[in-house]
Structure formats: structure tokens, C-alpha cells
């Protein structure tokens, strides 16, 4: 991506002699990395880390640019949050920029999940892993409330999308609404409340020559490479091996994940726990709390699944050998799918940035993903701060509502420091985190 040299960053990040063509896969690389290792608490605080990296930090993409990313990977299945990290990445390096940028966001939380996927079936115990992430929460929940104001304020610039914005909200936490509803459906809104006409397609000013040739070539190679370990699976091993299983179901999952973690966990829990019987529903939840407290996108709780499945069910291998290659089988056929629809995807998306329907069709998807950031603001913290919380019906509405007594009172003594350290110190999400995950240890092991 050709960029300004005045807006490189001044610390000397990027050297001079690449100011003038962007950052180098170096640079690419080390960016993804961090954004990975902080990738705690979800979709909207690993936005909010992204946000910071690549567009405040770095100047690497500029504010349009960025949502324009975002609102294309709100529509794809698969974790967004990953595919946005791949989309930045491509912006800034292509191909194989997006390539590195959406490893090095799945890599941290792959390896934390697969160590305390072991902790948990060796030893059915993660208390340290517990009391050590314990504050993290209450970090990420000021880390949330950053990304909603941010992104707000760039977003919510009409009375449409301050409508949108709450309907989308309401949707979500009053209805219930399934997210790829809200989200075409703010789409739609916005193709029929707007003015004007545009070119059919405009071309990239920064250059990212496609057609339909180069897309056909890069999905072919996409799904080759996808169907490559389960195909190896089936031909090696008998068919009802659970390696071949895990490899059928999650890439199945894999192409009709809309919504994220939480919309698919019902779905997952029938096949994982009733019918498969890898887990057990309790575990199931403890494996979506290890995948909340660790970094890296939520959908990271299938590998707990896949993990599981293996270590119960291992021959031909040990029983350590086969958790870890069901895990890496759950975790190939979940992601590669996304990096496929972006590497295949994203150019399109630029030639199309001019198009003023398009245009009007994302900036209403930007106004409803304020409000969906909202529903996961207030969802995660009556998760964070209450520990026990119950709904009330009121028609065909229903409504969280936590129990006043079960207030948490050292997480939200711990989620008002790192509120002071976001809003008012303005320090980085790095130091948040830190500080809000020792006094989050120190106060498990005084508690305790």
C-alpha cells in the first residue's frame, strides 16, 4: 500500500529507505504479532487493537480504509476478527502480508489453547490459568468501551445511522435477532434510504490488479489446501476415525459460522457433546471460558472440542499425539476457509470502495456492527462483573438481568482502574492488560 512518508510513524518503526513503499513483511510481521498476543476478550476488543495498530499507531490504513475492511468481514462467515487482522494484512503487504498478519493473530491462542487443553485433560485443573486471567476481564471490558466510543464516533455521523445503530442493538439483546439478519438487513436499509448513483466499478488507487482468472486460481489453490489434511485423514485412517469426524463437522461449521462463538455453540454442543460424545456440556463451557480468558478469536474454543476428542479417542496414536493432531485438524479446517474468502475476496472489495451504492450498503453496515459492538460491551460485562445474571420475558422480547447481589466487587474495583488507565492516563492496551492481570493474581491469591 503506497502511503504519505509524513504519516510513517516517528519511532523509527519503519525505516526510511521503505517509507516511501510502506511497511515491510518485517514490519507486517511484528505488528501481527502483537495484535495477536493481545487479543484478548473477544471480537470488539481485538478490533479495538487492530484499530490501534494499523490505523493510529501505524498509519498504515486510514479510517474509510479500515471500515470498509470491517464491514466486508461482518458478511463472511467465519471469525471476523480474523479475517479483518488477514484483511489489514493484506492492505499492507498483500497476499502474503494478509497471509502473515492472519497467522500471527490465530497463532498465540492456538498454542495457549492447546497448553491449557492439556492442563485440563491431564490434570483437570486450570485454577492458575483462572486466577491469572481473572483481571484480564475487567481490562478488556475498558478495552471494549474504547473500541465502541472510537469506532461511534466515526461511524454515527447521521440520524440513519444513529437509528440503525439502536435497532441493531435492540435486535440483538431484546430479540435476539440472528447477526446475519441484522446485518443484511441494515444493508438493505441503507441501498434504499440513500440518494444518488455511481460508477459500477472504480478502480484501487493503490494499485491491486485482479481478475477473474487470478480469483478462480487463488480459490482453487484455497480449497485444495483446505481439503488437503482431511483428505489425508480419510485415506490413511477408516472413515469413522474421529480425526476424519472432526475434519467433516468443522469444516461444515466453518462455512455457516455466522454470528461468532456464542451462535454457534448450541449447534456445536448437540454434535460435539450429544451426538459425538467428545465432551461433556459442562465441559464444553469450561472450554468457551478458557477460549474468553486466553488471546486470540473466541471460535478457538473448537479446538478445546477437537483437543478433547483426540486425547479420548487417540489410536492410532498416544493419547497426547492425537489430542494435538485433532486439534491442529479442528483448527486448519476452521480458519483456512476465512483466508480464502478474504485473499479471494478483498480485491474486489477495493475496485469496489468508489461504488456510492455500495458505499451507502456499508455505511449502514458500519452504523448496525456500533450497535452489535454495544450488544457484546453490555453482554460481556453483566458476564464480567455479576456471576449470576437470569432473563425476563416480556412478550417476544427478553431481557439479561443481573442479580444485584452477585456483583463482583474486585473486578469492578479492577475494571474502574483500567477504565482511569484507558480514558484518563491514555495508556496502551498492553499496560492495561498487565496491570489488570497482576491485580487480578494478587487478588485471587489474597482471596484465596
Not at 27 to 53: N, R, T, Y
Not at 211 to 221: E, G, M, Q
Not at 341 to 350: K, R
Not at 405 to 410: K, M, N, T
Request: net charge neutral; glycine share 10%.
Amino acid at each position: 500500500m503506497r502511503q504519505d512518508p509524513s504519516s510513517e510513524p516517528s519511532s523509527g518503526d519503519v525505516s526510511a529507505a521503505n517509507a516511501s513503499s510502506g511497511p515491510t513483511l518485517s514490519d507486517i510481521s511484528s505488528v501481527s504479532l502483537k495484535v495477536g498476543l493481545l487479543s484478548f476478550g473477544g471480537p470488539a476488543a481485538q478490533i479495538s487493537v487492530m484499530h490501534q495498530e494499523f490505523v493510529e499507531n501505524r498509519k498504515w490504513l486510514s479510517e474509510e480504509r479500515f471500515l470498509h475492511a470491517l464491514n466486508y468481514c461482518m458478511l463472511l462467515p467465519g471469525p471476523e476478527a480474523q479475517q479483518l487482522a488477514t484483511y489489514c494484512g493484506w492492505l499492507s503487504g498483500r497476499t502474503l502480508g494478509g497471509l502473515v498478519s492472519g497467522l500471527l493473530f490465530i497463532l498465540p491462542g492456538a498454542i495457549a489453547m492447546a497448553i491449557v487443553s492439556y492442563i485440563y485433560a491431564a490434570y483437570g485443573e486450570t485454577s492458575f490459568v483462572s486466577a491469572l486471567f481473572y483481571g484480564v476481564k475487567a481490562g478488556v471490558l475498558a478495552i471494549v468501551l474504547q473500541a465502541l466510543m472510537k469506532i461511534g464516533s466515526k461511524a454515527l455521523k447521521t440520524r440513519l445511522s444513529w437509528v440503525l445503530c439502536a435497532t441493531s442493538f435492540c435486535a440483538l439483546f431484546f430479540a435476539s435477532i440472528p447477526f446475519p439478519v441484522v446485518i443484511l438487513g441494515a444493508a438493505a436499509i441503507g441501498l434504499l434510504a440513500g440518494h444518488g448513483s455511481g460508477p459500477l466499478l472504480v478502480g484501487d488507487p493503490d494499485g491491486a490488479p485482479t481478475t477473474l482468472a487470478k480469483t478462480v486460481w487463488t480459490v482453487l489453490i484455497g480449497i485444495l489446501l483446505w481439503v488437503a489434511p482431511p483428505f489425508a485423514a480419510m485415506l490413511f485412517l477408516s472413515p469413522g476415525n474421529v480425526f476424519v469426524e472432526i475434519a467433516e463437522f468443522f469444516s461444515l461449521l466453518a462455512v455457516v459460522s455466522f454470528g461468532g462463538a456464542y451462535a454457534l455453540l448450541s449447534y456445536m454442543a448437540q454434535v460435539a457433546v450429544e451426538t459425538k460424545s467428545w465432551i461433556t456440556a459442562g465441559e464444553m463451557l469450561d472450554g468457551l471460558g478458557l477460549a474468553e480468558t486466553t488471546p486470540g478469536p473466541l471460535i478457538l474454543v473448537t479446538q478445546f472440542v477437537g483437543f478433547l476428542g483426540g486425547w479420548r479417542d487417540p489410536a492410532p496414536f498416544s493419547p497426547l499425539g492425537g489430542a494435538l493432531m485433532a486439534a491442529a485438524m479442528t483448527t486448519w479446517v476452521t480458519f483456512v476457509p476465512s483466508f480464502l474468502f478474504v485473499l479471494a475476496g478483498a480485491p474486489w472489495m477495493e475496485r469496489l470502495r468508489g461504488n456510492r451504492k455500495l458505499a451507502r450498503a456499508l455505511s449502514a453496515i458500519t452504523a448496525a456492527v456500533a450497535g452489535t459492538i454495544l450488544n457484546l460491551a453490555v453482554w460481556f460485562a453483566l458476564n464480567v462483573l455479576f456471576t449470576e445474571t437470569g432473563t425476563r420475558a416480556f412478550g417476544p422480547f427478553e431481557i439479561t438481568w443481573p442479580a444485584p447481589g452477585s456483583l463482583d466487587p474486585v473486578l469492578a474495583g479492577i475494571a474502574l482502574v483500567a477504565a482511569c488507565f484507558v480514558f484518563v492516563l491514555k495508556r496502551g492496551i498492553a499496560t492495561v492488560l498487565a496491570v489488570t492481570a497482576l491485580l487480578g493474581l494478587l487478588a485471587r491469591l489474597i482471596l484465596v
